[in-house]
T-cell receptor
Framework: DADVTQTPRNRITKTGKRIMLECSQTKGHDRMYWYRQDPGLGLRLIYYSFDVKDINKGEISDGYSVSRQAQAKFSLSLESAIPNQTALYFC?????????????FGPGTRLTVL | QQQVKQSPQSLIVQKGGIPIINCAYENTAFDYFPWYQQFPGKGPALLIAIRPDVSEKKEGRFTISFNKSAKQFSLHIMDSQPGDSATYFCAASRSQGAQKLVFGQGTRLTINP
C-alpha cells in the first residue's frame, strides 16, 4: 500500500550493530504497529502506538525499541542486532473507527543479521 | 503461546478447486475475525472479515464459515484461480479497546493452472 511506506526495503547488518527501520504513512491514521514475520510463525506484534504519547509493548518487544516522532512516523530500533532478529518487518496503521479496525500494511523491510 | 492456530501450512489445489483453510482460537473474548492475503514482496491486505453473530459471510468467491461453539473459522475460495496463489493469514481480536490482532501461522496457497 503506497500510503504506508517503509525504509529501507532490505538491510544486511552485522551482530551488535544498531539498526533503525522507519515507517511513514499518509492515511491520517492515529494507530501504528510494528510486526515481524517469520516462516511458520505468522505475524507477531512488537510494539503499537495509538498516538504520539501512547506507546505499548506487544507480544515480542524484548530487544526492540520504538519512537513515534509524529502522527505519521513510527520507527523501530534494534539497539544491538542479533541473528535471530533476522526476519521480515512490517509497519501497519489503522484508525479507531469501524468494527475491529482494518490494518493497512506497508511493503515490509527484509532484515538480515549476520 | 499461539492463541490462533492455522492449518494447513501449505496447500496446492488445481484451478477451479475449492481450497479450505482452517483456524482455531482460544480466547472467547475475541469478536472480530479477519483474513489477510499476502502476495510475494507485499504486505498483507484485508481480504474479508466476520463477526461472531453470523455463521457465514461471502464476498465474491471468498467465504468465511464461523463456528462459535467450536471456536473455529475457515476460509473457502470458490472457483480458485492461479491469481489467488498467495499466503493467507487468519487473525482474531477484540473489536473494542486496543483491537490488537493475533495472527495465525499462515498458509501458502498455490493454485495450479
Amino acid at each position: 500500500d503506497a500510503d504506508v511506506t517503509q525504509t529501507p526495503r532490505n538491510r544486511i547488518t552485522k551482530t551488535g550493530k544498531r539498526i533503525m527501520l522507519e515507517c511513514s504513512q499518509t492515511k491520517g491514521h492515529d494507530r501504528m504497529y510494528w510486526y515481524r514475520q517469520d516462516p511458520g510463525l505468522g505475524l507477531r506484534l512488537i510494539y503499537y502506538s495509538f498516538d504520539v504519547k501512547d506507546i505499548n509493548k506487544g507480544e515480542i518487544s524484548d530487544g526492540y525499541s520504538v519512537s513515534r516522532q509524529a502522527q505519521a512516523k513510527f520507527s523501530l530500533s534494534l539497539e544491538s542486532a542479533i541473528p535471530n532478529q533476522t526476519a521480515l518487518y512490517f509497519c501497519a496503521t489503522s484508525d479507531q473507527t469501524g468494527f475491529g479496525g482494518e490494518q493497512f500494511f506497508g511493503p515490509g523491510t527484509r532484515l538480515t543479521v549476520l | 503461546q499461539q492463541q490462533v492456530k492455522q492449518s494447513p501450512q501449505s496447500l496446492i489445489v488445481q484451478k477451479g478447486g475449492i481450497p479450505i483453510i482452517n483456524c482455531a482460537y482460544e480466547n472467547t473474548a475475541f469478536d472480530y475475525f479477519p483474513w489477510y492475503q499476502q502476495f510475494p514482496g507485499k504486505g498483507p491486505a484485508l481480504l474479508i472479515a466476520i463477526r461472531p453473530d453470523v455463521s457465514e459471510k461471502k464476498e465474491g468467491r471468498f467465504t468465511i464459515s464461523f463456528n462459535k461453539s467450536a471456536k473455529q473459522f475457515s476460509l473457502h475460495i470458490m472457483d480458485s484461480q492461479p491469481g489467488d496463489s498467495a499466503t493467507y493469514f487468519c487473525a482474531a481480536s477484540r473489536s473494542q479497546g486496543a483491537q490488537k490482532l493475533v495472527f495465525g501461522q499462515g498458509t501458502r496457497l498455490t493454485i495450479n493452472p
